[in-house]
């Protein structure tokens, strides 16, 4: 295994839940030394949400692997006083409270940069540090309704839906992540640090593609939910597949030739009822229930697929998400990852999306137990004795827990 790409560097982790935690997820890939800072006297929410086995949560291990327990009281001079003593001591502060939270406890980046000018702070908040509804409370299907996102989304005769995962706390992770990349590729040209102002709301806001479509229509046709097939492609949609599932068909210009021949059809790519995106779209009764046929006649869906891939007609099969463990591409891309745990003894995750070449091997991390490394970071980080360290377990500045 080379060198971890970002060995050497220090985190200082203040997130909870899903979208910081998940900042500093990607991260612990890489090799940096993550201390994250766990609140007393139950450390992270994330740890009691569902599935919790042995006191142990399947949301917790999967965004905390690869991080250092420092669970501390920040209600008491002396756990406020270890946090600014880590500061000097750390490249990046990451987290997630709500926005003037962070300057109440004297912890914002211009304190943190008095103490640090290089520290490079990441906060991650429901509506952003600036604006009308910086101080609303939000969390992932919230910011999906007042985004846009949840509009999108379910069957148009029926209300909106939210997408089935914590698609915000998720996307804005990976924001950060790449914000945090170029925070320090600057860092490193300049010497200069800065503050990261990232709003789940801007994320989800920022990966709908609707707002030319709207201007250039005259601000005529405006974004909905639609059924089974897209209305404004044909045929794009869900169709059923000769196994008795679905499946997603996705022809544009380019791919209409393809799926006429594949269909047996090539008469139909010059028929004046389908010979434009336009003209199909007009057509969509007609045409839908026409591929719909073709794509029951299969016998199964194997060989559905394997005349679509003969073709390059892009079909995908609706897959459950626990399809993919077990499915040869999903373990060759080491999706699926079966990884240590103190407690449970080993536990199932999904995989790193990025590929480095420069570190084409992951390191052996696990989710710590709640204060597990109390006496390594203040030893190690900041050179308390042991004697020290005691007390302040003895006095409540400090917590450990064995889950």
């Given at each position: 295994m080379g060198r971890?790409?970002?060995?050497?560097?220090?985190?200082?982790?203040?997130?909870?839940?899903?979208?910081?935690?998940?900042?500093?997820?990607?991260?612990?890939?890489?090799?940096?030394?993550?201390?994250?800072?766990?609140?007393t006297p139950d450390g992270d929410p994330s740890r009691v949400i569902r599935w919790?086995?042995?006191?142990?949560?399947?949301?917790?291990?999967?965004?905390?692997?690869g991080k250092r327990s420092l669970c501390l009281n920040w209600d008491t001079e002396e756990g406020m006083r270890i946090l600014r003593e880590l500061v000097p001591r750390c490249d990046v502060v990451v987290e997630n409270f709500a926005a003037g939270?962070?300057?109440?406890?004297?912890?914002?980046?211009?304190?943190?940069?008095?103490?640090?000018?290089?520290?490079?702070?990441?906060?991650?908040?429901?509506?952003?540090?600036?604006?009308?509804?910086?101080?609303?409370?939000?969390?992932?299907?919230?910011?999906?309704?007042?985004s846009g996102v949840m509009a999108l989304c379910g069957d148009p005769a029926g209300p909106p839906i939210p997408v089935g995962f914590a698609v915000a706390d998720n996307s804005t992770a990976v924001h950060g992540f790449a914000a945090l990349g170029y925070a320090l590729l600057h860092r490193e040209r300049t010497g200069e640090g800065?503050?990261?102002?990232?709003a789940m709301a801007d994320v989800m806001f920022g990966l709908q593609d609707?707002?030319?479509?709207?201007?250039?229509?005259?601000?005529?046709?405006?974004?909905?939910?639609?059924?089974?097939?897209?209305?404004?492609?044909?045929?794009?949609?869900?169709?059923?597949?000769?196994?008795?599932?679905?499946?997603?068909?996705?022809?544009l210009e380019r791919q209409w030739a393809n799926l006429c021949r594949?269909?047996?059809?090539?008469?139909?790519?010059?028929?004046?009822?389908?010979?434009?995106?336009?003209?199909?779209?007009?057509?969509?009764?007609?045409?839908?229930?026409?591929?719909?046929?073709?794509?029951?006649?299969f016998p199964s869906n194997e060989a559905l697929v394997d005349h679509?891939?003969?073709?390059?007609?892009?079909?995908?099969e609706v897959f459950d998400a626990n399809d993919a463990v077990g499915h040869p591409h999903f373990e060759a891309?080491?999706?699926?990852?079966?990884?240590?745990?103190?407690?449970?003894?080993?536990?199932?995750?999904?995989?790193?999306?990025?590929?480095?070449?420069?570190?084409?091997?992951?390191?052996?991390i696990q989710a710590p137990t709640l204060g597990q490394h109390n006496h390594d970071v203040l030893s190690q980080v900041l050179g308390y004795d042991s004697a020290t360290i005691e007390e302040l377990h003895a006095a409540g500045v400090l917590q450990v827990r064995d889950r």
């Open positions: 971890p790409m970002l060995e050497g560097y220090r985190i200082l982790d203040l997130s909870q839940y899903l979208a910081g935690a998940g900042i500093t997820r990607l991260l612990a890939e890489m090799g940096p030394e993550i201390i994250k800072v766990e609140l919790v086995k042995d006191g142990r949560s399947s949301v917790f291990i999967q965004n905390n692997r939270v962070m300057e109440r406890r004297g912890l914002h980046y211009e304190a943190l940069r008095e103490l640090n000018p290089s520290i490079v702070m990441v906060s991650v908040t429901a509506y952003g540090q600036t604006g009308p509804w910086s101080n609303r409370p939000g969390f992932d299907g919230i910011i999906q309704a007042t800065q503050h990261i102002d990232i609707q707002m030319a479509q709207y201007e250039l229509s005259d601000r005529t046709w405006r974004p909905g939910r639609y059924a089974r097939h897209h209305p404004m492609y044909c045929p794009i949609g869900v169709y059923d597949l000769p196994d008795g599932n679905f499946g997603y068909l996705l022809v594949a269909m047996g059809q090539p008469e139909l790519i010059d028929d004046p009822r389908f010979a434009t995106l336009s003209a199909r779209v007009d057509h969509q009764d007609e045409l839908v229930p026409m591929v719909q046929a073709w794509l029951l006649s679509c891939l003969e073709h390059r007609v892009p079909l995908g891309r080491q999706m699926v990852r079966r990884v240590p745990d103190p407690v449970l003894g080993e536990v199932t995750v999904a995989g790193y999306p990025f590929k480095f070449s420069a570190q084409p091997e992951l390191p052996d």
